[in-house]
Nanobody, 122 residues
Framework: QVQLVASGGGLVQAGGSLRLSCAAS????????MGWFRQAPGKEREYVAH????????YYVDFVKGRFTISRDNTKNTMYLQMNSLKAEDTGVYYC???????????????WGQGTQVTVSS
């Protein structure tokens, strides 16, 4: 079992930056890939980005490309999401999750954790 704890959210003005972290513990040797999803008020949870744990390949949804950067530190079992040029529409709860397989898509599985709130004021 892998436990995930997301942190780093907050309130920021449009155009600002935040760095989210996701710390993994437990059976981390079994992790293939990890990703970020977000859920805006009244909307369904949507994919943002993911990273293959061993090779480090990164993938993004189009609307964050060029603004967000996903990375990981294998030694700390931690994944990051650097978010720049934030927009009001980036507001939501950001969740980290495991992806069941490494590759260009992320099929989430396991616990979502508590998420971290990101609020961007316009």
């Amino acid at each position: 079992q892998v436990q995930l704890v997301a942190s780093g959210g907050g309130l920021v003005q449009a155009g600002g930056s935040l760095r989210l972290s996701c710390a993994a513990s437990g059976r981390t040797s079994s992790m293939n890939a990890m990703g970020w999803f977000r859920q805006a008020p009244g909307k369904e949870r949507e994919y943002v980005a993911h990273i293959n744990w061993r090779g480090g390949n990164t993938y993004y949804v189009d609307f964050v490309k060029g603004r967000f950067t996903i990375s990981r530190d294998n030694t700390k079992n931690t994944m990051y999401l650097q978010m720049n040029s934030l927009k009001a529409e980036d507001t939501g709860v950001y969740y980290c999750t495991r992806c069941i397989f490494p590759g260009s898509t992320c099929s989430p599985f396991g616990s979502w954790g508590q998420g971290t709130q990101v609020t961007v004021s316009s």
